[in-house]
């Protein structure tokens, strides 16, 4: 196992980056992550059960006051979390957790969580003690129930905590708000809205009157399962009918649950509701707005609100500025990005992990320093970035650049060591690991994470899912696409990356069933899912159905991006329909995007291929007047229509213009102007050529070969013996096409026997024929059913053919029998035969 094998490595000399990690850790201020309640606790089950940060405090004081002055609290203690887990009687623990609880109302969440470590295999025996508590008075039964409940909560056991929740009620005794907000939100993560509605008619019926942190755990809860209608509706009775006046958060958890599911309008419809109903909005409201603008590529509007934040009093985190930073990385506008970025750091904000992960994509995909400026500036930071913020650059930074048996040294080292871990890090290995197609490595760092009780979030599981995808697993990618709807999960990017893979696979039907499931589930697709889905119509040229889409998303407000347009224009121009193809161009500069240099490519190439020379000329100057260079692209595309068109000169003045305008030409180009010459029988001019690419040391591929070996079988002998001297010492690999090049030319100069004989001998090595073999196969047939007696002159030409053809096989064979001393033995990770299911329900 990759990771295994990576753990077990133990390197000679110090990883500098486990030294800075080291750095990292003297300077950074580590009493935010220390629970000293954790001491009491089983090592298992220290990383998966602790006390809340805001409860500590006042649990460790109690603790110390009673260990100084109570005897019977050192006995309950060591009781309850002492020895082995059978070193005493499970009834005896729970009354000593019991004794600890009502000795101070600050240790009751201390004793729930030690019973927490004892379930689930002590759970009957829980709930047969706290309903038999009957020796005591009414309330020593309520505080073994209330224990009994919160110890369910704390081990999120929803089951058990509802059974418990219904013998409270039988007893007469009033829940806590504080307990059966704990259930709502245990519950709505399960998945059990109708548990959870239950919950809260019976809050409503029979007490304690919910507050406003229920209505903001049921809100919340709502929101995660889609169910916006009613979250809407349960806002709007909040204060008339239960008087509970919504709060800031109210209301931000409506408007993020509209952003995710697509109703960005009237996100911010609610946003108006809250400014003139008097709830002030505070830098999490702007913070979610600010996010779905980018995400809609509406960046002239983000950045609007982003500097609004200043004009109504409130300081951007930096959250706000990653938000910002990702929508400009996510448009290609890096320059934007940077310089947003130094503006975070001239307000004296310091940049994360996600910070750093967001430039390091950016810079990654479109080519820019911003990311290296960043890990210098961490460096030079240091003393402000927290240990486990600071693993997590670093692992991000070995992941970035393809190191990723050090970064999972480096994730693991930390975990050994006690170092905080972050689902960040694992999230940035995962990511790694699925790109390059480990899905095993990928799937047990899934499995680690759920040990080390991290819960996996929404970015998890797209990684995951991207990793199968990429591979065509895509049956299994749908299983974990299922799993996060069961969970409840933010969809609308996982659904956008099966869709987008489901088209490149070629599977429409797929494709438009997910497009119908993410309605069906109340999803409302966003600008990325919009593009994915006209990009996956015009791919598999299904434009009209492409242009309503298209449509639709304008429709909606969602502003196309240059991709979007250049995907249905280039659809169009592939139909044959170059009218639209020019008024989507012309629309896209109405509508304030510039058409790039992708854009007059598309347009370019399907006037040459309709033979529209003229226009062509038209096109490429009003390209540069738009300040737009020509590339490669463009020139080869120009010269090939000349040279199709059989205009050697036309094609000769645009490789000149190409010099000129200091473009260099690559192999494509050579490869074009070498099949014109070959094809006009310029065998000289086409050698020249094969010089000149050795010269600029551009290496000949294989299109170059074929189309020099076909010019070759039809020229002069004595040229031809020439060059294929020079092709053999240029170390010359042939393929498929090559056989079928010398193929075509035995039949084509009456010598089918000869092409038969070969096809024979060629198919009893079990060298792979395509269509074009196969015709060619079929065409010496027919020539030697018409002729038996075939043309038997120009012996020399025939011998020379037999030479090319002895040549190429003599090294396609020697090929084929390297390469099977070599198999590569890749058994990869199957999912679904490991139970795909078990594996996602670990967490």
């Not at 602790?50 to 006042?58: E, G, N, T, V």
């Not at 916006?228 to 709007?236: D, T, V």
């Not at 509508?591 to 399907?606: A, K």
């Not at 090559?738 to 024979?760: D, I, P, Y």
């Amino acid at each position: 196992m990759r990771l295994l094998a990576a753990a077990a490595r133990q390197p000679n000399t110090p990883h500098p980056l486990l030294a800075a990690l080291r750095r990292l850790l003297s300077t950074a201020t580590s009493s935010s992550y220390y629970d000293p309640t954790a001491q009491f606790l089983h090592p298992d089950h220290r990383r998966v059960l602790s006390l809340p940060a805001s409860l500590r405090h006042d649990a460790l004081l109690a603790l110390a006051r009673l260990l100084k002055t109570s005897p019977q609290c050192h006995l309950a203690l060591h009781a309850v979390s002492g020895g082995s887990p059978y070193s005493s009687p499970l009834a005896a623990r729970f009354a000593a957790a019991s004794r600890l609880s009502a000795s101070a109302s600050a240790l009751r969440p201390f004793a729930a969580i030690l019973l927490a470590a004892l379930l689930p295999a002590a759970s009957a025996d829980l709930l047969s003690w706290s309903s038999s508590s009957s020796s005591g008075c009414a309330r020593a039964r309520y505080a073994a129930l209330r224990l009994a409940l919160h110890a369910f909560l704390a081990a999120g056991m929803a089951a058990e905590a509802l059974h418990v929740l219904a013998r409270v009620r039988r007893s007469g005794n009033t829940p806590s708000l504080s307990a059966l907000a704990a259930l709502l939100r245990l519950l709505f993560r399960g998945g059990e809205v109708r548990a959870a509605w239950n919950v809260f008619e019976e809050m409503a019926a029979r007490g304690p009157r919910p507050s406003l942190a229920i209505f903001n755990a049921m809100l919340l809860g709502f929101c995660h399962r889609g169910m916006l209608r009613l979250a809407s509706g349960l806002l709007g009775v909040m204060e008339n009918k239960f008087g509970v006046v919504p709060d800031a958060c109210s209301y931000n958890i409506l408007i993020k649950g509209h952003c995710v599911f697509g109703w960005s309008g009237d996100a911010f419809k609610l946003f108006e509701e809250m400014c003139t109903s008097g709830r002030d909005p505070t830098v999490v409201t702007y913070n979610i707005l600010v996010d779905v603008l980018c995400h809609e590529g509406r960046m002239v509007e983000a950045r609007k609100l982003f500097d609004e934040m200043a004009l109504v009093g409130i300081k951007a985190n930096t959250i706000t500025f990653n938000v910002l930073i990702d929508g400009y990385a996510k448009t290609g506008r890096m320059d934007e990005a940077s310089t947003t970025y130094k503006e975070m750091k001239v307000r004296g904000l310091v940049p994360d992990s996600c910070t750093f992960n967001i430039l390091a994509a950016g810079a990654y995909k479109f080519g820019h320093n911003a990311a290296q400026l960043l890990v210098h500036d961490c460096g030079m930071s240091g003393s402000h970035i927290s240990a486990a913020e600071g693993l997590d650059v670093l692992v991000c930074r070995l992941c970035w650049d393809a190191r990723l048996d050090d970064a999972w040294e480096l994730l693991h080292g930390a975990i050994e060591q006690g170092v905080p871990v972050s689902v960040a890090g694992f999230n940035a290995l995962i990511a790694a690991y699925s790109k390059e197609g480990l899905h095993e490595a990928a799937f047990q760092l899934y499995r680690i994470m759920n040990k080390l009780g991290l819960a996996p979030s929404t970015h998890t599981f797209n990684y995951l899912i991207m990793g199968l995808c990429h591979q065509g697993r895509l049956d299994e990618a749908q299983l974990v696409l299922e799993h996060m709807v069961s969970k409840g999960y933010c969809l609308s990017t996982s659904f956008t990356i099966y869709l987008d893979a489901s088209f490149r696979e070629g599977d429409a039907v797929r494709a438009l069933k997910c497009w119908d499931d993410m309605e069906k589930i109340g999803l409302q697709p966003d600008f990325i899912a919009f593009s994915a889905y006209v990009n996956g119509l015009c791919r598999l040229d299904y434009v009209n159905e492409a242009y309503q889409a298209f449509f639709e998303m304008t429709t909606r407000g969602l502003v196309p991006n240059n991709i979007t347009y250049n995907s249905i224009i280039s659809a169009f121009c592939r139909a044959g329909n170059m009218a639209e193809a020019l008024k989507l161009q012309k629309q896209m500069r109405q509508s304030g995007l510039v058409p790039d240099v992708y854009t007059s490519n598309i347009l370019i190439d399907s006037l040459c291929r309709e033979g529209n020379l003229n226009m062509v000329d038209s096109l490429l100057l009003d390209m540069c007047s738009n300040g737009l260079i020509p590339d490669t692209v463009t020139y080869n595309t120009i010269i090939n229509a000349y040279c199709r068109a059989k205009d050697m000169n036309g094609a000769m003045n645009f490789m000149n213009k190409m010099f000129a305008a200091g473009c260099e030409p690559d192999i494509f180009t050579y490869n074009i102007w070498m099949h014109s010459l070959c094809s006009n029988h310029m065998l000289n001019q086409a050698g020249k050529v094969l010089d000149e690419l050795a010269a600029r040391g551009c290496a000949p591929n294989s299109v170059t070969y074929n189309t020099l070996m076909d010019g070759i079988c039809s020229d002069v002998l004595d040229r031809a013996m020439i060059l294929t001297g020079r092709l053999i010492k240029m170390a010359f690999q042939p393929n498929t096409i090559t056989l079928n090049v010398f193929l075509s030319h035995f039949c084509k100069q009456g010598f089918g026997k000869r092409a038969l004989m070969w096809a024979e001998k060629l198919r009893e090595d079990s060298f792979v024929f395509d269509d074009a073999t196969r015709n060619i196969i079929d065409w010496a047939q027919r020539e030697m059913e018409n002729d038996p007696q075939a043309s038997k002159e120009d012996i020399d030409r025939c011998l020379f053919l037999e030479f090319l053809m002895f040549m190429t096989y003599e090294t396609m064979h020697n090929s084929r029998s390297s390469k099977a001393t070599h198999v590569p033995t890749d058994k990869g990770f199957d999912p679904a035969g490991s139970n795909m299911m078990t594996i996602l329900d670990t967490g």
